[in-house]
């Protein structure tokens, strides 16, 4: 038997029974009329039952992670590629389908790599995207141009000249980044954007100011949505990443904490008292402990794990 | 009135559009395997639609394969970002929150199945529904979270459980 909707006036009063009586506060007499609505009519009843089992399941799933992966962010753009698309297919004759009318459009899921992920793929244009730890994007090529929409984390991005010479655009809340052809490293702070050039010219556009900035390979920018920085030279081992490498030289332990902290999961807390060492080197980033431990063989430091998430990096006591 | 049974007209469909919809779906996805995959689904749904359900007579059979393939594209696309959503999650966890690897498969089926529902719901309605439901959040601080009065707070949460009654008692997924 197929089942049938569950009319809308119907599903409103049921919902507004059940949402009365979760109240701890409910009267008897709220009650025992819920009751009587209920059974007045099987689909009363019907309608009840599918609110107490989505309710059940909603707690079948610990809190701490059905909200943020239920209350996850829906990207803006998909949701108007969808409506566009839609309609174009609801309506209108035959011709709407021929590949030549329809936007197009080929858009791909949210892309994110979990905390310590990295992740290397190529875009249907044939350039190169590689992704780093903790980073949240969506690629939205057209015909006109291709879109990188980075909301979170760190890239390096290859981007190819395309024979359709489209731009390539990495859109974030601060401004765009525009090439035709670059090897560029673009990472995303909350208040602003860092852009470094490894190969090729790329255009910062600021999201709030008419001013452009031009960077060439081997220098480096940050952009805010007022504007950009100065252009400095591009730091040492900033792409080091993509090779699965953390790269430094003479990084005040604090900071290094801080970049190593990308990579794993949970807490790494730093003594403020040895925060102002340096560390210089180049360690593998598959295995962060590893990295922890070298640092108590090369500097005064204690590593202590009070769990597997939680590691204290203290002054050593000798 | 047609005189061929459903499943010689389901056959007859495959046969005239399998390719092209298999086309139609990797210039959307970008990849054969996905377009493959859900070009078969597409037809295996059209197989399992009851009578009433079928359309009697196609004008544009193409068009009404298009709408089942983009339902099917757009749940895919859902389907694929609560999962990395939900691994990015575990990756951020206590170590004692950590659920086990048999109890984490159950967690994601149900977060499928509620996920499909509270999808179909505007953004403001399923954070006012989440937050009050999950969180325990007063009827007050949704409204100072979400900028609006707590009346609506309240129609919101009403407009929720009523939504999710329609669509769990809705066919799903129909195009």
Redesign the interface.
């Given at each position: 038997m197929?089942?049938?909707?569950?009319p809308?006036e119907i599903?409103?009063q049921?919902?507004?029974w059940?949402?009365h009586l979760q109240d701890p506060q409910a009267s008897a007499e709220a009650k025992a009329k819920c009751m009587a609505w209920r059974a007045s009519h099987p689909q009363h009843e019907?309608?009840w039952q599918?609110?107490l089992?989505?309710?059940q399941?909603?707690?079948?799933?610990?809190?701490?992670?059905?909200?943020?992966?239920?209350?996850?962010p829906?990207s803006p753009d998909?949701r108007r590629l969808?409506k566009v698309?839609?309609i174009l297919?609801?309506s209108g004759t035959?011709g709407?389908?021929a590949?030549q009318n329809l936007p197009w459009?080929?858009?791909?899921?949210?892309q994110?790599t979990?905390?310590?992920?990295q992740r290397r793929q190529r875009l249907?244009d044939g350039s190169l995207l590689h992704m780093n730890t903790g980073t949240a994007l969506d690629i939205a090529f057209s015909r006109q141009q291709r879109v990188l929409h980075l909301h979170q984390g760190e890239i390096m991005l290859e981007a190819h000249d395309d024979p359709l010479q489209r731009p390539f655009l990495v859109q974030t809340t601060a401004g765009r980044v525009l090439t035709l052809g670059a090897q560029v490293l673009v990472r995303r702070f909350d208040q602003q954007t860092r852009v470094g050039v490894q190969q090729g010219t790329v255009v910062l556009g600021p999201d709030a100011s008419p001013e452009s900035l031009r960077l060439s390979a081997g220098q480096q920018a940050s952009m805010q949505a007022q504007g950009a920085s100065s252009v400095t030279s591009l730091a040492y081992g900033a792409g080091a990443w993509v090779h699965g490498e953390l790269q430094v030289e003479r990084q005040a332990l604090a900071d290094f904490i801080a970049e190593l902290g990308r990579y794993r999961?949970?807490i790494l807390r730093c003594d403020p008292a040895i925060a102002q060492l340096e560390i210089s080197g180049t360690f593998q980033l598959d295995d962060t402990d590893r990295i922890l431990q070298a640092l108590a063989h090369t500097l005064p430091v204690h590593v202590s794990y009070r769990?597997?998430?939680w590691v204290n990096i203290d002054a050593r006591h000798s | 009135m047609s005189t061929t049974s459903p499943h010689q007209e389901v056959q007859a469909l495959y046969c005239a559009h399998h390719g092209w919809l298999q086309g139609?779906l990797r210039?959307?996805?970008?990849n054969r395997h996905d377009a493959a995959d859900l070009a078969q689904d597409t037809f295996v749904r059209l197989l399992r639609l009851?009578q009433?359900?079928r359309p009697q007579e196609l004008t544009?059979p193409?068009?009404y394969l298009?709408?089942i393939a983009?339902r099917l594209m757009?749940n895919?696309?859902r389907r694929?970002?609560?999962e990395?959503?939900?691994?990015?999650?575990?990756?951020?966890?206590?170590?004692?929150?950590v659920?086990s690897p048999e109890y984490g498969l159950q967690?994601l089926e149900?977060?499928h199945?509620?996920?499909a529902?509270?999808?179909r719901l505007e953004?403001k309605v399923?954070?006012a529904f989440?937050m009050a439901?999950?969180?325990g959040s007063s009827q007050q601080d949704i409204a100072r979270h979400l900028d609006v009065s707590v009346r609506t707070v309240?129609r919101y949460?009403?407009?929720?459980?009523?939504?999710?009654?329609?669509l769990?008692?809705?066919?799903p997924e129909m195009p």
């Amino acid at each position: 038997m197929s089942a049938s909707p569950i009319p809308r006036e119907i599903a409103l009063q049921a919902a507004e029974w059940f949402v009365h009586l979760q109240d701890p506060q409910a009267s008897a007499e709220a009650k025992a009329k819920c009751m009587a609505w209920r059974a007045s009519h099987p689909q009363h009843e019907r309608a009840w039952q599918f609110a107490l089992h989505f309710q059940q399941q909603l707690h079948h799933v610990p809190a701490e992670i059905a909200l943020p992966a239920l209350d996850r962010p829906r990207s803006p753009d998909r949701r108007r590629l969808v409506k566009v698309l839609s309609i174009l297919l609801m309506s209108g004759t035959g011709g709407l389908l021929a590949q030549q009318n329809l936007p197009w459009q080929s858009w791909k899921a949210e892309q994110r790599t979990a905390t310590g992920e990295q992740r290397r793929q190529r875009l249907s244009d044939g350039s190169l995207l590689h992704m780093n730890t903790g980073t949240a994007l969506d690629i939205a090529f057209s015909r006109q141009q291709r879109v990188l929409h980075l909301h979170q984390g760190e890239i390096m991005l290859e981007a190819h000249d395309d024979p359709l010479q489209r731009p390539f655009l990495v859109q974030t809340t601060a401004g765009r980044v525009l090439t035709l052809g670059a090897q560029v490293l673009v990472r995303r702070f909350d208040q602003q954007t860092r852009v470094g050039v490894q190969q090729g010219t790329v255009v910062l556009g600021p999201d709030a100011s008419p001013e452009s900035l031009r960077l060439s390979a081997g220098q480096q920018a940050s952009m805010q949505a007022q504007g950009a920085s100065s252009v400095t030279s591009l730091a040492y081992g900033a792409g080091a990443w993509v090779h699965g490498e953390l790269q430094v030289e003479r990084q005040a332990l604090a900071d290094f904490i801080a970049e190593l902290g990308r990579y794993r999961s949970g807490i790494l807390r730093c003594d403020p008292a040895i925060a102002q060492l340096e560390i210089s080197g180049t360690f593998q980033l598959d295995d962060t402990d590893r990295i922890l431990q070298a640092l108590a063989h090369t500097l005064p430091v204690h590593v202590s794990y009070r769990t597997r998430y939680w590691v204290n990096i203290d002054a050593r006591h000798s | 009135m047609s005189t061929t049974s459903p499943h010689q007209e389901v056959q007859a469909l495959y046969c005239a559009h399998h390719g092209w919809l298999q086309g139609w779906l990797r210039r959307r996805l970008g990849n054969r395997h996905d377009a493959a995959d859900l070009a078969q689904d597409t037809f295996v749904r059209l197989l399992r639609l009851d009578q009433e359900q079928r359309p009697q007579e196609l004008t544009r059979p193409r068009a009404y394969l298009a709408a089942i393939a983009n339902r099917l594209m757009l749940n895919l696309y859902r389907r694929r970002s609560l999962e990395s959503a939900y691994l990015e999650i575990l990756a951020q966890l206590p170590e004692t929150q950590v659920p086990s690897p048999e109890y984490g498969l159950q967690i994601l089926e149900v977060l499928h199945e509620l996920d499909a529902i509270l999808a179909r719901l505007e953004p403001k309605v399923r954070q006012a529904f989440l937050m009050a439901q999950l969180m325990g959040s007063s009827q007050q601080d949704i409204a100072r979270h979400l900028d609006v009065s707590v009346r609506t707070v309240q129609r919101y949460i009403t407009t929720a459980y009523a939504e999710c009654i329609v669509l769990a008692s809705s066919t799903p997924e129909m195009p």
